[in-house]
Every structure is written in structure tokens, then in C-alpha cells.
């Protein structure tokens, strides 16, 4: 058997270096440009998905686009899709809206009621847009806690799980049994 048919390489080809290793590789490249675009996309997906839920009034989808993520990213792409795709889509309606009529009196009218100065308009603003992004975190949470249920689930379930450590309480029988 020759070592092209073990590696799927060419001969005379080297094997590509890992992410954050000296030295530069078109592997190396490749690896990342696969990442950011995937992450871009997925980005990209969860805009219009947001976007077209907010046209028909559904807020909810937010959780959905959340949920995605987590189960299409990892890391930092998932902190920076919670923060980037709310903002993007609900950001981008609330200005849309804001240039077509005016929200601003609407804003006013919704702190004023909350008890806020009335010419705090601008908070009405910020606070949609952190509800917009606590919304997508919580779908990323909850899935991400999920996964966790889950992969504990089956390292018991294959007995890799960690090993409980023995109890050192004493139980009245066996004092009573000791002391006489």
C-alpha cells in the first residue's frame, strides 16, 4: 500500500500546520477563510431570518436565530453573532422606520410611561435594541446549556463520566456500632 492512499496527499505535498502555529500555510489559509465565511453567512442568515420575523410582528424568531448559532458556531462567533445580528436587523428596522415617521414621539410617549423623563427618547431606542440582543442570547444559552445536559448524559451513560467521591458522613449505625 503506498502512502498516498493513507494520506490523500500527492506525494511531495506537506501536511498543513495547525491554527496559531509559526509559520504560514495555504492549509492554514484555507482553514480560516472556511471559518469566516461560514460565520458570515450563518451571520448573514440570521439578519434576513430576524429582519423578515420583525416584518410580521414575530419577536420571537430572535430566540430562533440565537439557537443557530449556537448550534452552527462555536466561541467567539457565537458572542459576536448575539451582539452583531440583533443589532444589524433590529438596528437597521428601528432607523428604517425612524427616517419614514416618527418613532421619536412614539419612544417618548413609551419612556414617559415608564416613568422616565420624557425627553429621553433615545432610551427607548437602546433599551429595544438590548432587549433584541438578550433575546438572541437566551436562545444561545439555552442551547448551549442543552448541549452540555446532553454530552454529560452520555459520558455517564459510557461510564467516562467523572467519578463521585466517596462520602465521609457517618450514619448514627455505624456510631452506634463503633462505640459499643
Known amino acids: 500500500m503506498d502512502t498516498q492512499s493513507l494520506t490523500r496527499r500527492l506525494p511531495g505535498r506537506r501536511a498543513g500546520r ?3 502555529t509559526k509559520g504560514t500555510d ?4 484555507t482553514l480560516l477563510d472556511r471559518s469566516l465565511v461560514r460565520g458570515l453567512a450563518v451571520g448573514a442568515g ?3 431570518l430576524d429582519w423578515v420575523g420583525n416584518q410580521l410582528g414575530w419577536w420571537w ?3 430562533l436565530t440565537g439557537i443557530a448559532a449556537a448550534l452552527l458556531l462555536r466561541g467567539r462567533a457565537v458572542a459576536a453573532f448575539v451582539l452583531a445580528v440583533p443589532l444589524v436587523s433590529w438596528g437597521g428596522d428601528l432607523f428604517r422606520r425612524w427616517t419614514e415617521m416618527d418613532t ?3 419612544s417618548r410617549v413609551t419612556i414617559g410611561l415608564a416613568g422616565i423623563s420624557d425627553d429621553a427618547a433615545w432610551l427607548g431606542y437602546v433599551l429595544t435594541l438590548a432587549y433584541a440582543v438578550l433575546l438572541c442570547a437566551a436562545g444561545a444559552w439555552v442551547t ?3 448541549r452540555q445536559v446532553i454530552g454529560a448524559t452520555q459520558e455517564v451513560r459510557r461510564g467516562t463520566g467523572p467519578v463521585p467521591a ?3 458522613a457517618h450514619t448514627e449505625q455505624e456510631e452506634t456500632v463503633g462505640d459499643a
Open 26 to 29: 495555504t492549509d492554514t489559509m
Open 61 to 63: 424568531v430572535t430566540i
Open 144 to 146: 448551549a446549556a442543552v
Open 18 to 20: 495547525l491554527v496559531g
Open 166 to 168: 466517596p462520602s465521609t
Open 104 to 106: 421619536t414621539r412614539i
Open 46 to 48: 440570521g439578519v434576513v
